[in-house]
Nanobody, 125 residues
């Protein structure tokens, strides 16, 4: 089992930056691919990005590419999501997820076994 806790959400203005954290406990964090997803009100959960367990290669959704950056610190059992140039359409609950140590990064929810409770991000125009 892996327990995940997100933090760092809040209310910001468009154009601002925000950094989310995902703290993991339980089994070895470094052995998991990690992902970020988000869910806006009335919409399905969507992939934001992911980071490989071994080489920290990342993958992003087109909607956030160039604005969001995912990183991880295995020594601290923590993953980060740096969000820059935020837009109102980035408003959502953001979830981190842990999946098996595959070589490829999955952009679908079913590719992840453990989920956090989410942190809310609201971007005002």
């Amino acid at each position: 089992q892996v327990q995940l806790v997100e933090s760092g959400g809040g209310l910001v203005q468009a154009g601002s930056s925000l950094s989310l954290s995902c703290a993991a406990s339980g089994r070895t964090f470094s052995r998991y691919n990690m992902g970020w997803f988000r869910q806006a009100p009335g919409k399905e959960r969507e992939f934001v990005g992911a980071i490989n367990w071994r080489n920290s290669v990342t993958r992003y959704a087109d909607s956030v590419k160039g604005r969001f950056t995912i990183s991880r610190d295995n020594a601290k059992n923590t993953m980060y999501l740096q969000m820059n140039s935020l837009k109102p359409e980035d408003t959502a609950d953001y979830y981190c997820a842990a999946g098996p140590p595959a070589s490829s990064l999955v952009q679908y929810s079913y590719g992840y076994d453990y989920w956090g409770q989410g942190t809310q991000v609201t971007v005002s125009s």
